[in-house]
Each structure stands twice: as structure tokens, then as C-alpha cells.
């Protein structure tokens, strides 16, 4: 069983930053792309960040284009996902992904192993 586990979520201010971190205890992780995905309440859930195995690649949503960041550290085993300029549509529980490849995917059905989600409030 590998479950990843998602911290860094909090309520802030519009306009302020937050970083995520996801680990996942119990894999070889520099084999698996990961990414990140948030669910706002009475929504689905929608792709926010992916990442290859090596992080030489990344995509994003459109929505989060130039304000949020994914990252990873193979050697810590961690992933990041750096979040500037909040904006109250940023609201969601967030959560790490991660997929039994290297290669990037944007859709949630691509994914293997999910986190329970760290929730993020953004207030005006």
C-alpha cells in the first residue's frame, strides 16, 4: 500500500503565498511522475500541476499558469508546490497524485496513488 501525504495547507489572505509538500513513504520515488489536483466544494476535482520523474518537465492549468510552481527533490523523496498571488478561486483541498510512469498526464484517471488532501482557504 503506498498512500502519499500531502502538508502545507492553511486559510491566508488573497494575495499571500503558501508551499505544499507531498511525500510518499515506501517508494522508489525518482520512477514515478506526480502531480498536484484540487477540489473546491460541490466541484470536481480539476488538474492543477504535473511533474516528470526527474522534474525536466512540467505542466499546468491554465488557471494557475504563472503564479504556481511544482517542484520535487528526488533525493528528499518530497514534491512542492509553490503558490503565489492566492486568489479566493484558489480555494480547494489539494491533492498529491502519483502514477505508475515517468511521463506527464493531466487527468485524474492516469493516477495511482492519491493523498487524503490538505485544504487551502484563500479569503478576500
Known amino acids: 500500500q503506498v498512500q502519499p501525504v500531502e502538508s502545507g495547507g492553511g486559510l491566508v489572505q488573497a494575495g499571500d503565498s503558501l508551499r505544499l509538500s507531498c511525500v510518499v513513504p515506501?517508494?522508489?520515488?525518482?520512477?514515478?511522475?506526480m502531480g498536484w489536483f484540487r477540489q473546491e466544494p460541490g466541484k470536481e476535482r480539476e488538474f492543477v500541476a504535473a511533474?516528470?520523474?526527474?522534474?525536466?518537465?512540467?505542466y499546468y492549468a491554465d488557471v494557475v499558469k504563472g503564479r504556481f510552481s511544482v517542484s520535487r527533490d528526488n533525493a528528499k523523496s518530497t514534491m512542492f508546490l509553490q503558490m503565489n498571488s492566492l486568489k479566493p478561486e484558489d480555494t480547494a483541498v489539494y491533492y498529491c497524485?502519483?502514477?505508475?510512469?515517468?511521463?506527464?498526464?493531466?487527468?485524474?484517471?492516469?493516477?495511482?496513488?492519491w493523498g487524503q488532501g490538505t485544504p487551502v482557504t484563500v479569503s478576500s
Open positions: 497524485a502519483v502514477r505508475d510512469g515517468r511521463t506527464l498526464k493531466a487527468v485524474a484517471y492516469e493516477y495511482d496513488y
Open positions: 515506501g517508494l522508489t520515488f525518482s520512477n514515478y511522475a
Open positions: 511533474i516528470t520523474a526527474s522534474g525536466g518537465t512540467t
